[in-house]
Structures are given as structure tokens and as C-alpha cells.
């Protein structure tokens, strides 16, 4: 496998680094998500709590993908050195993408 070449600017070095930390995050929150599904399938839990149990991990799966799903696209996108740049002021509110 060849290795990608050196970044020529800083903002391609910023770039990698963000794309790095999705990739990680992206991992990272794929293998917790993975681990409470098991947790809840061979927990052990007793008839009177499944319920419940089932509940508070739906919920918590939910808005812990939800927030991966935020975490992943803001590094993506709005980072520092983003392609997309949004303002909002006085006049009004604004959004320019980048082609480069």
C-alpha cells in the first residue's frame, strides 16, 4: 500500500489531521455502540428491569449516534479550515462554500 504524500500547505496538513480525528472518532464510537449492544444482549438483566434497561440505552445509543453523526461532519466540514464558512450578523445570515 502506498503512503499519501506529504501535505504542500498547512491547511492540507490541518485537513489530514481532521480527517484523522473523524476517522478515530468514527471507530471509536462505532466499537462503545457495539459494546452496549452486547451489554444489553448478555447482561444478565432480570425480567422485571428489561424494560427499563432496554429504555435507557435505546435513548442513550440514540443521541450517542446522533452525536457522532454531529462530531464527524463538524470536523469535516467547519473545521478551521473548512470548505463551507457560515455567518450571521445584523444583516443577515450567510453561507459560502469553497471548491478548492
Do not use: N
Amino acid at each position: 500500500m502506498k503512503s499519501l504524500p506529504d501535505p504542500r500547505t498547512f491547511a492540507e496538513g490541518q485537513r489530514y489531521i481532521y480527517g484523522l480525528l473523524a476517522s478515530a472518532a468514527g471507530m471509536f464510537c462505532g466499537a462503545a455502540a457495539c459494546f452496549m449492544i452486547a451489554l444489553l444482549m448478555w447482561g444478565g438483566w432480570s425480567r422485571s428491569e428489561e424494560h427499563s434497561i432496554v429504555v435507557i440505552f435505546g435513548w442513550s445509543l440514540g443521541g450517542f449516534i446522533a452525536a457522532m453523526v454531529v462530531v464527524i461532519v463538524g470536523l469535516l466540514a467547519g473545521g478551521p479550515v473548512g470548505r463551507f464558512r457560515v455567518e450571521a450578523g445584523r444583516d443577515g445570515a450567510s453561507f459560502e462554500a469553497d471548491r478548492a
